[in-house]
């Protein structure tokens, strides 16, 4: 009933920028906190930063002071501006975002399929 769309990822160089999208749509009611994650190979999903409806922000400490997190209540859409890219950033980055269901109270809690983003040096 909810449905989540990626974009952005991509190859860049050490030191560049990318902007990821995340566009939420469907029977939506109300959306809480919105997440990104990324999964390196042969490491566990981490969450790189996630931001509320009040808008709170957090950020794992691997980047603090370079990804910044922002959402647009209106068109249900967060965005994760990283620069200042490292190699150690490679991963596939996912969108996490949960809520309520539109007519039934019920919490979703869903994933996006995942953006390839690949730093090189």
């Known amino acids: 009933q909810v449905q989540l769309v990626e974009s952005g990822g991509g190859l860049v160089q050490l030191g560049e920028s990318l902007r990821l999208s995340c566009a939420a749509s469907g029977s939506i009611f109300s959306i809480n906190t919105m997440s990104w994650y990324r999964q390196a190979p042969g490491k566990q999903r981490e969450l790189v930063a996630d931001?509320?409806?009040?808008?709170?922000?957090t950020y794992g400490d691997s980047v603090k002071g370079r990804f910044t997190i922002s959402r647009d209540n209106a068109k249900n859409t967060v965005f994760l501006q990283m620069n200042s890219l490292e190699p150690e950033d490679t991963a596939v980055y996912y969108c996490n975002v949960r809520g309520l269901i539109g007519g039934t109270n019920r919490r979703f809690d869903d994933w996006g399929q995942g953006t390839q983003v690949t730093v090189s040096s």
């Open positions: 931001i509320t409806s009040a808008a709170t922000t």
